[in-house]
C-alpha cells in the first residue's frame, strides 16, 4: 500500500532555530516528491519538488533532501521566523493508481517568540 | 493571475442537505482535482476532472459528484450530507498533459461544516 509517514507530528521552536522535518514513504512507482507548507484553513502552496536524481532542493530558508535509496526527505527550515508556523505536508507521486498524489498527514510547526 | 478560487469560504448545512462547491482554475490550466482535508489530516483524493469529464476517482461514495465547464471552473455537489462530510474541500488545478510542469496549485478551500 502506497503510504507517507511524517514526523514529528507537531513541533514547536523558538524564533529564529532551525528544525528539521521527516518523510518517509513506500510509494512505488516514484515519480517526485513535494513539500507543502499550509497556513491554518488554507490550500497548500509548493516549496520544493524533487525527482528521483535530486538529492536536494532549496528554496531560500527550506532545504529539502531526497533519498530515493531509503525512501526518505527531510525539510531544513533555517532561521525560523514566526510566519513559519504552518502545517507542512510531504506529497509523492506515483504513476499508477487512482491517486497519482500520495498525502502525508503533515508536521504542525508552531515557531514561538 | 488570481490563481485557484473557490468559492464559498465557509458553509454551513445539516445533514441530509445538498451542497455545491465551485473552483476556477489558474489561467492556463485545464486539470481540476478535488480533495476531501479532515481535521488534521492530509486531503484525500476525491476525483479530477479533464475536458469535461471525470477521468479519475478516489474511494469516495457516489454521493459525491463533479461537473467541469467549458471553461475549465469545475464544480463538487455532495448529496445526503453526513455529519462526516464535515471537512475542507480542496480544489487544485494542474497545466495540460505534456505542457511541461504538472504541479497541483490549490485554491484556499471552503470549509463545510454539517450539523
Known amino acids: 500500500k502506497n503510504q507517507v509517514e511524517q514526523s514529528p507530528q507537531s513541533l514547536i521552536i523558538l524564533e529564529g532555530k532551525n528544525c528539521t522535518l521527516q518523510?518517509?514513504?513506500?510509494?512505488?512507482?516514484?515519480?517526485?516528491l513535494r513539500w507543502y507548507k499550509q497556513d491554518t484553513g488554507r490550500g497548500p502552496v509548493s516549496l520544493t519538488i524533487?525527482?528521483?536524481?535530486?538529492n536536494t532542493k532549496s528554496n531560500g530558508r527550506y532545504t529539502a533532501t531526497l533519498d530515493a535509496d531509503t525512501k526518505q526527505s527531510s525539510l531544513h527550515i533555517t532561521a525560523s521566523q514566526l510566519s513559519d508556523s504552518a502545517s507542512y505536508i510531504c506529497?509523492?507521486?506515483?504513476?499508477?493508481?487512482?491517486?497519482?498524489?500520495?498525502f502525508g498527514t503533515g508536521t504542525r510547526l508552531l515557531v514561538s517568540p | 493571475d488570481a490563481g485557484v478560487t473557490q468559492s464559498p469560504t465557509h458553509l454551513i448545512k445539516t445533514r441530509g442537505q445538498q451542497v455545491t462547491l465551485r473552483c476556477s482554475p489558474k489561467?492556463?490550466?485545464?486539470?481540476v482535482s478535488w480533495y476531501q482535508q479532515a481535521l488534521g489530516q492530509g486531503p484525500q483524493f476525491i476525483f479530477q476532472?479533464?475536458?469535461?469529464?471525470?477521468?479519475q476517482r478516489g474511494n469516495f461514495p457516489d454521493r459525491f459528484s463533479g461537473h467541469q465547464f467549458p471553461n475549465y471552473s469545475s464544480e463538487l455537489n455532495v448529496n445526503a450530507l453526513l455529519l462526516g462530510d464535515s471537512a475542507l474541500y480542496l480544489c487544485?488545478?494542474?497545466?495540460?498533459?505534456?505542457?511541461?510542469?504538472?504541479?497541483?496549485?490549490f485554491g484556499p478551500g471552503t470549509r463545510l461544516t454539517v450539523l
Open positions: 487544485a488545478s494542474s497545466r495540460p498533459a505534456g505542457s511541461g510542469g504538472d504541479t497541483q496549485y
Open positions: 489561467s492556463g490550466h485545464d486539470t
Open positions: 476532472y479533464y475536458e469535461e469529464e471525470e477521468r
Open positions: 506529497v509523492v507521486k506515483t504513476n499508477t493508481g487512482f491517486q497519482k498524489l500520495v
Open positions: 524533487m525527482t528521483f536524481s535530486e
Open positions: 518523510c518517509n514513504y513506500t510509494v512505488s512507482p516514484f515519480s517526485n
